[in-house]
């Protein structure tokens, strides 16, 4: 029986054109999550990366970074801890507010999620201008913890927020 051909999750990736509005081409994971052969795929490249780092806790950024944040956590050995927007943790919570183009936002996890001297990979699904990332960073630091790096499943190069990220390590598996 010949093997599976070899997976390309950027195959994976849907473009809708004009969403959530004109001039925007929205990049779709979600076809990606709907075939478990290129879910595992990316999640096994996701790990690879970082395999053998002695990463203690893989902490995601709500929403669509806590589905892969999960199973990368379980690939690495490691805990998983959501960041969470306001109100959404029942715990008690470090909280850190961020600037947006348009106003601010908050980020937030339990204060007892990440102690100090923890190695941390911060994951999301998309790295656009970097906003969130850097206040998860932020965050994370806050809790007196070390970031090992910023990983992401996609990167829209052309925004720029690698750059926002500054000079620590930044993981892309898909770049346009």
Same mark, same amino acid.
């Given at each position: 029986?010949?093997?599976?051909?070899?997976?390309?999750?950027?195959?994976?990736?849907?473009?809708?054109?004009?969403?959530?509005?004109?001039?925007?081409?929205?990049?779709?994971?979600?076809?990606?999550?709907?075939?478990?052969?290129?879910?595992?795929?990316?999640?096994?490249?996701?790990?690879?990366?970082?395999?053998?780092?002695?990463? +203690?806790? #893989?902490?995601? *950024?709500? &929403?669509?970074?806590?589905?892969?944040?999960?199973? =990368?956590? $379980?690939?690495?050995?490691? !805990?998983?801890?959501?960041?969470?927007?306001?109100?959404?943790?029942?715990?008690?919570?470090?909280?850190?507010?961020?600037?947006?183009?348009?106003?601010?936002?908050?980020?937030?996890?339990?204060?007892?999620?990440?102690?100090?001297?923890?190695?941390?990979?911060?994951?999301?699904?998309?790295?656009?201008?970097?906003?969130?990332?850097?206040?998860?960073? +932020?965050? #994370?630091?806050? *809790?007196? &913890?070390?970031?090992?790096?910023?990983?992401?499943? =996609?990167? $829209?190069?052309?925004?720029? !927020?690698?750059?926002?990220?500054?000079?620590?390590?930044?993981?892309?598996?898909?770049?346009?």
């Amino acid at each position: 029986m010949p093997a599976d051909p070899p997976i390309e999750p950027r195959d994976w990736i849907r473009e809708i054109p004009d969403f959530p509005k004109p001039g925007i081409v929205f990049k779709d994971i979600t076809p990606m999550l709907g075939n478990s052969r290129v879910f595992r795929a990316v999640i096994d490249r996701l790990a690879e990366a970082f395999v053998g780092r002695s990463i +203690d806790t #893989v902490a995601a *950024a709500e &929403a669509r970074g806590f589905i892969f944040g999960a199973p =990368l956590a $379980l690939a690495l050995g490691a !805990g998983f801890v959501p960041i969470r927007k306001p109100g959404k943790l029942p715990y008690a919570t470090l909280a850190l507010e961020y600037k947006l183009e348009y106003g601010t936002d908050r980020l937030e996890m339990h204060n007892d999620a990440i102690g100090p001297g923890r190695r941390v990979l911060l994951l999301d699904d998309v790295l656009a201008t970097g906003g969130t990332m850097c206040a998860c960073r +932020d965050l #994370v630091q806050q *809790a007196g &913890a070390e970031v090992v790096a910023c990983a992401f499943v =996609l990167e $829209l190069s052309f925004l720029k !927020g690698r750059e926002r990220l500054g000079p620590g390590e930044v993981f892309s598996l898909i770049t346009y």
